[in-house]
């Protein structure tokens, strides 16, 4: 199934044409922010798509993690240009050890929600696994393993990652950070990357509520 059948079916099971889905990178990181996004697609200009060229480009569209780095860096920007609205929220490890990650993510997908409603149009927001907290039940809907199901969800988790990835490269341009090799790990808690946190200690980037990171403080 294209995963834009979703949108598709969903608009008419609703009536609805505006229709965004909301995802998250990051959110078990030990290093860097998390990121979220939104992408809010025209069902109408979707069902136009299926007699273009485009659709060849769109049907290509899935679950970030299942696609080259390269392919999702050209998904994105084809995403940014053809979706009726986007944004991307970036909520940083400070504002997660001191809120926890579970507020932030919720805060995120919040913002995210309400920057389309404030500055676009939306009609009805799909999830990833979770339900926003402040946005009411009737306009949204969590789906179990969504960025392989909803064309938005899947789109937001593609704009999402490349922004994140390029950021934690970019960090690791840094004389600070070249030690810590976020360009290759991205923040995640690979074996590597706890052995450098365990050797040099953890940077202004780490999150200092995260094991093994937490403990590690602890016993210094």
Request: glycine letters at 4%; a neutral charge.
């Given at each position: 199934m294209?995963?834009m059948d979703?949108e598709?079916?969903?608009?008419?099971?609703?009536?609805?044409?505006?229709?965004g889905?909301?995802d998250?990178?990051?959110?078990?990181?030990?290093?860097?922010p998390?990121?979220?996004a939104?992408?809010?697609?025209?069902?109408?200009?979707?069902t136009?798509?299926?007699?273009?060229?485009?659709?060849?480009?769109?049907?290509?569209?899935?679950?970030?993690?299942?696609?080259?780095?390269?392919?999702?860096e050209?998904l994105?920007?084809?995403?940014?240009?053809?979706?009726?609205?986007?944004?991307?929220?970036?909520t940083?490890?400070q504002?997660?050890?001191e809120?926890?990650?579970?507020?932030?993510?919720n805060?995120?997908?919040?913002?995210?929600?309400?920057?389309?409603?404030?500055?676009?149009q939306?009609?009805?927001?799909?999830?990833?696994?979770?339900?926003?907290?402040?946005?009411?039940?009737?306009?949204?809907?969590?789906?179990i393993?969504?960025?392989n199901?909803?064309?938005s969800?899947?789109?937001a988790?593609?704009i999402?990652?490349v922004?994140?990835?390029?950021l934690?490269?970019?960090?690791?341009?840094?004389?600070?950070?070249?030690?810590?090799?976020f360009?290759?790990?991205?923040?995640?808690?690979?074996?590597?990357?706890?052995?450098?946190?365990?050797?040099?200690?953890?940077?202004?980037l780490h999150?200092?509520?995260f094991e093994?990171?937490k403990?590690?403080?602890?016993?210094?």
């Amino acid at each position: 199934m294209n995963l834009m059948d979703y949108e598709l079916n969903l608009s008419q099971e609703k009536s609805i044409r505006f229709i965004g889905g909301i995802d998250e990178v990051g959110r078990g990181c030990l290093a860097g922010p998390l990121v979220t996004a939104i992408v809010v697609f025209d069902t109408e200009k979707l069902t136009e798509l299926k007699e273009q060229e485009q659709i060849k480009t769109i049907s290509q569209i899935k679950d970030s993690k299942k696609l080259t780095e390269k392919k999702r860096e050209e998904l994105s920007e084809f995403i940014k240009n053809y979706a009726y609205f986007f944004h991307i929220q970036e909520t940083s490890n400070q504002i997660i050890d001191e809120i926890n990650i579970a507020k932030s993510t919720n805060n995120s997908f919040l913002e995210n929600f309400l920057a389309a409603k404030n500055n676009s149009q939306i009609d009805f927001v799909l999830t990833d696994a979770f339900k926003i907290k402040g946005v009411e039940e009737s306009l949204q809907k969590s789906l179990i393993k969504g960025d392989n199901t909803s064309l938005s969800i899947a789109a937001a988790s593609i704009i999402a990652k490349v922004y994140r990835d390029n950021l934690m490269k970019e960090h690791s341009k840094t004389e600070e950070y070249k030690i810590y090799e976020f360009e290759k790990h991205k923040g995640y808690g690979t074996a590597a990357h706890i052995e450098i946190i365990k050797r040099c200690g953890p940077s202004n980037l780490h999150r200092k509520s995260f094991e093994p990171i937490k403990s590690l403080l602890i016993q210094n």
